[in-house]
């Protein structure tokens, strides 16, 4: 299982697919102040990012993986960036 | 009310009227697409001529009922009673606005308001503006990536710092996934960090994310823009599963030069631009990126002024600077109107400035800027532009015309063929060079207007450089040559070459005079002043009279010009290889001659390369060179100028000459079998004659070769054609230097004087009697191994003979129509220059004679037609 | 130097408005050019080939035949390819400009057009621009 919830965290582990969309969106509405470790994260299924982005949960840990920590890191970075609409 | 508003009133009416008309009837049959074309067209011609007026709420109004009916036009909506309401509406508010235009020429004071509400309701029946969120739409791929400005500047700034120099391909890509793609198990995020040369990367939300409560997460929202620096072929390969919704679009690398920021902060010292103007005007692109750099550090980084510096300094930063992005960033800086913040501040307006990169070179080039400049601003933009690659030999042509006619008309002139050569490496998708022409020229003229000094030698070196490898100066005219022409009507130089005709036909009275003298008057003395006086004068008046030839002189280049185009065009299209060589092209003539050389070459270079060279194929197997080679060539001969054309093709086989004119009913078979082969092949110049069965496309529009003949005729000239069969054709055109004065050369008949122009005289000749011989009714002699036919002028002329009998006859020998006749005179006089009109009043349509000519005794000339009186 | 003028600089116009065509003739003969006008596209090709233009003016959404079919055609022909062609437009759009450009125009104006620009521009294409 890639992704691995505790109360508050969720840790993406290596591969995360669209089979982890359904956990995830459960996880981010269930907790108040949900926070994500992207850390071990090599691979983010377009599906969770679309929830990420949604969501905006507190990056516990930035990634490590070099195209994560380039294109996707920068857009969760600041939680408490506006939620609007960027487009 | 002026004039131009009187002219509209009427039009705008009718038109208003017949879109009225047209949408009713396309309410009750909407498929009727030739309506739509019609009320669109209505509509749209309306405002474009509303635009001459100040009537700002007129056009806005129209533009927004013509941007629907170009939807419904193009199947983007389909029309419905509610679009056709408004539409009327519309149209009545703007009816009711032309009533108040011609009553008080201007529109009401509530216009405006009006306008405005009236164009939301039409614009808020469009489809969503956005065309590249359409991906549906096949148009979006025509469409330029126009939210580059969207990338983050740091991730431009980088891309622009690697493309630039390199030349290597940058691509603005842009992904709309569907809402399905998750469950065809697509990952469209992880499309992009495969590509190695990705750029930059914006991941947004196509619509507003809808509440975490609500969302589905299987629904795919998300859409991608990127910047990547990578072959084409490559990003359609990643993409290729999804490629109908993938938008991909080359970008050339100055389109990433927009500026963004908060607008404000202290406008820049005026010091600042002195000094990047001069040096720029100096090429010191170091000397300028330190002077930005110092600002730079003394500005707020988040100012829009700032990141126009940052921009300024990639662009220094280029191994080799592009001098006029230098100038279009200083000068959008300086105007402070800069166009990004322009463009996005009228994010809602309905027709957004452009935001292409090049329109940075436009947007430099204001409407105040000289429009030499902002011609060549445009020109960089064209050659930018991408398009199809197979249009873009013709785009490069039109830039190529376009650049030679600016040369002309500043007086300027490249090294030869600089241009071409250059676009034609454009043409093959090299286009660095012209870039780089281009702009230095586009320098060149900034530098011309900045003020009477000279141009920096830095700038002219750069000229030379941009014209590459071989040496030599680039720009020949300098601007001090441009002051020196003088343009003159021709019909100014027409008077004064008539008055200086005339003089040298006046002047040929003196020597009537020195006889006068002499034997009326009996003074030898004052006969010799007289001649002594004569000779000057003569001199005098052949001096003005070639000086004024001299300025109607042009080089044969100008007709010669055209030919590479055209014999590359047709060779290709005919798959044939085919060399064109060309000599002499400096050769001049007077105008009026170059000017009607045109369509005679056009078509014998057009059947050279139709019918003359062969096949690569069929020039193999005869042991030719693969390519055929065609020539074109002038030189000068006395007071002719030649021009041949000359091929290695085919050739053309006399026999089949002689059999097509017989079958043809031309000639008679007999006449076929006397016929020379040289006179057999100049059959081919009758009406109506064509030498291949099939007429091929290029045989162009039904002329055949005798409107070659009739139209060199035309000027005085004559065509001479010699072929071999299997060796190839030459085709020569003699014609006259000048038209306005001839020479001609005089005869005398019975008691009258003619004359037969000097062309047309192949030589003179006295024959003894009994060398004539008798042929039937007709008489012959032989000259050097030729039987020249003779024909005694009076017949011709219904003139008696003046002496009986005579031991030898006078024969002038002429060519007339590629054959050669005799023509027995009473007496063979002097050559003389005339001035030569034609036929005027009760004899303007007598045959047989092309003009009369004033003598210097005052006796009028008639000069001979040969062609029509035999 | 001398360069001689010749006979007037011939422009056709090809537009289908009447008011632009005579704002075209207006600021074109004040200018000094010979004017002639077709009211579409298929009449302009027709004049553009058999009347001798220095400059064609060529308006593109037009009946019978585009702006851009016109000046296809006149760059297919030999005699003609040379003739310089300003389009005037009312799109203000790159794509546009590019198929005006593809098909072998040498300027694309968008409307409105500023006499000033025009006469200039007539004058810079067809090498009469005074010194």
């Known amino acids: 299982m890639p992704l691995v919830f505790t109360a508050t965290q969720a840790r993406f582990e290596d591969v995360c697919t669209v089979e982890d969309a359904l956990p995830l969106l459960e996880f981010l509405k269930s907790s108040n102040t949900p926070e994500v470790d992207l850390s071990p994260c090599t691979w983010l299924h377009t599906a969770l990012l679309q929830l990420l982005l949604t969501a905006r949960p507190r990056m516990a840990a930035s990634p490590v993986d070099p195209a994560l920590t380039r294109w996707v890191a920068p857009l969760l970075a600041d939680a408490s960036r506006e939620r609007g609409f960027d487009g | 009310m002026t004039t131009l508003l009187e002219r509209f009133i009427p039009e705008a009416r009718e038109y208003l009227e017949s879109a009225a008309a047209g949408l009713l009837k396309l309410e009750r049959d909407p498929s009727d697409e030739g309506l739509v074309n019609e009320v669109f067209r209505a509509v749209h011609t309306l405002k474009g001529a509303s635009g001459l007026f100040d009537t700002p709420g007129l056009t806005r109004l129209l533009h927004a009922g013509e941007d629907l009916l170009d939807a419904v036009r193009s199947n983007l909506l389909a029309l419905d009673p509610e679009m056709v309401d408004a539409l009327l509406d519309a149209l009545d508010r703007v009816s009711a606005w032309v009533d108040a235009l011609q009553q008080q020429g201007r529109l009401p004071d509530d216009a405006d308001g009006v306008s405005v509400a009236l164009s939301r309701r039409l614009r808020a029946l469009l489809p969503i503006a956005d065309d590249s969120m359409n991906a549906t739409a096949p148009a979006a791929a025509a469409q330029q990536a126009d939210w580059l400005i969207e990338l983050p500047e740091k991730d431009r700034l980088a891309a622009f710092a690697g493309t630039v120099g390199s030349g290597s391909p940058l691509l603005a890509i842009s992904y709309v996934p569907d809402d399905g793609c998750f469950y065809r198990g697509e990952d469209p995020f992880n499309l992009f960090p495969q590509l190695p040369g990705l750029q930059a990367l914006r991941i947004f939300f196509r619509e507003p994310p809808v509440p975490l409560a609500e969302t589905d997460p299987f629904q795919s929202l998300l859409a991608f823009r990127a910047l990547v620096a990578q072959p084409r072929g490559e990003v359609e390969h990643l993409f290729r599963y999804v490629i109908e919704q993938v938008d991909i679009v080359s970008i050339p690398p100055e389109a990433l030069i927009l500026p963004e920021g908060d607008a404000g902060g202290e406008s820049l010292h005026q010091d600042f631009f002195e000094d990047a103007g001069l040096r720029l005007a100096a090429r010191d692109f170091v000397g300028l990126r330190s002077a930005v750099a110092t600002l730079l550090g003394e500005t707020d980084g988040q100012l829009w002024v700032a990141s126009a510096l940052r921009w300024l300094d990639a662009v220094l930063a280029a191994p080799l600077p592009n001098a006029s992005w230098v100038s279009a960033v200083l000068a959008a800086i300086a105007d402070g109107r800069a166009f990004p913040i322009g463009e996005a501040a009228s994010r809602e307006a309905p027709a957004p400035a452009p935001a292409h990169p090049a329109t940075l070179t436009v947007a430099a080039a204001s409407p105040d800027t000289p429009m030499a400049a902002r011609i060549l601003a445009e020109q960089l933009r064209i050659v930018a532009m991408q398009g199809d690659h197979d249009m873009l030999p013709r785009r490069m042509a039109a830039v190529e015309a376009t650049v030679g006619s600016l040369l002309a008309s500043l007086g300027w002139s490249l090294r030869d063929k600089e241009l071409a050569s250059a676009t034609a490496e454009a043409a093959d998708g090299a286009p660095e060079r012209l870039r780089e022409l281009i702009t230095a020229l586009y320098n060149r003229v900034e530098a011309a207007v900045a003020g009477p000094s000279p141009v920096p030698a830095s700038a002219t070196a750069l000229l030379v450089t941009s014209a590459t490898a071989d040496s030599g100066q680039t720009v020949v005219g300098e601007a001090t040559q441009v002051a020196h022409v003088l343009k003159v009507d021709q019909a100014k130089v027409d008077a004064l070459m008539n008055l200086i005709a005339e003089l040298v036909v006046s002047k040929n009275s003196l020597p009537f005079l020195a006889r006068r003298a002499e034997t009326v008057y009996g003074s030898r003395e004052m006969g010799r002043e007289i001649k002594d006086q004569y000779a000057i004068i003569d001199r005098l008046a052949q001096e003005m009279q070639r000086a004024i030839m001299d300025v109607r002189m042009l080089p044969v280049s100008e007709v010669f010009e055209r030919f590479p185009r055209l014999v590359r065009d047709l060779s290709r299209r005919l798959n044939k290889h085919i060399e064109l060589k060309i000599v002499g092209e400096d050769t001049a003539a007077d105008k009026t001659i170059i000017e009607s050389l045109g369509d005679p070459l056009i078509h014998l270079v057009r059947n050279a390369i139709d019918h003359g060279i062969e096949s690569p194929e069929q020039r193999l197997a005869t042991g030719k060179p693969e390519a055929g080679t065609i020539q074109l060539r002038a030189l000068q001969e006395g007071d002719q100028v030649i021009i041949e054309v000359s091929d290695d093709g085919k050739g053309i086989d006399p026999m089949a000459v002689r059999l097509k004119a017989f079958e043809k009913g031309m000639i008679t078979e007999e006449k076929a079998d006397a016929l020379s082969d040289q006179e057999a092949i100049n059959l081919i110049f009758l009406p109506g004659f064509s030498t291949t069965e099939e007429i091929s496309d290029l045989s162009g529009r039904g002329v055949g070769t005798d409107v070659v003949r009739t139209a060199v005729e035309k000027i005085n000239g004559h065509v001479t054609l010699s072929s071999r069969k299997g060796e190839g054709t030459l085709v020569r055109l003699s014609l006259p230097l000048s038209m306005a004065v001839a020479r001609v050369m005089m005869v005398e008949v019975g008691d009258a004087l003619f004359g037969v122009p000097m062309e047309g005289v192949a030589e003179t000749v006295r024959v003894p009697r009994d060398r004539i011989r008798r042929i039937k009714r007709s008489q012959a002699f032989v000259l050097r191994d030729a039987i020249v036919p003779l024909i005694q002028l009076h017949d011709l002329l219904g003139l008696p003979r003046k002496g009986a009998e005579v031991e030898e006859e006078a024969v002038l020998v002429a060519r007339v129509g590629g054959t050669i006749v005799g023509l027995v005179v009473d007496r063979l006089r002097e050559g003389i220059d005339v001035v030569l009109k034609p036929l005027e009043g009760m004899l303007a349509g007598m045959r047989g004679y092309s003009g009369s000519a004033l003598m210097g005794d005052g006796r009028v000339l008639l000069v001979l037609n040969l062609k029509e009186l035999l | ?131």
């Open chain 3, 1 to 131: 130097m001398i360069q001689l003028q010749g006979r007037k600089t011939r422009v056709l116009v090809v537009e289908d408005g009447i008011t632009m065509r005579m704002f075209y003739r207006d600021v074109l003969e004040k200018a000094g050019f010979e004017v002639e006008e077709a009211v579409n596209g298929l009449e302009g090709l027709e004049r553009a080939m058999t009347g001798s233009f220095d400059l064609l003016v060529v308006d593109i959404n037009m009946p019978k035949m585009d702006g851009y079919q016109v000046i296809r055609t006149v760059r297919e022909d030999p005699s003609l390819w040379r003739v310089p062609v300003i389009t005037i437009s009312t799109e203000d759009k790159e794509q546009d400009a590019l198929k005006a450009y593809d098909a072998g125009a040498n300027f694309y104006m968008t409307k409105p057009v500023r006499p000033k620009d025009l006469e200039e521009m007539a004058r810079l294409l067809t090498g009469t621009a005074s010194q």
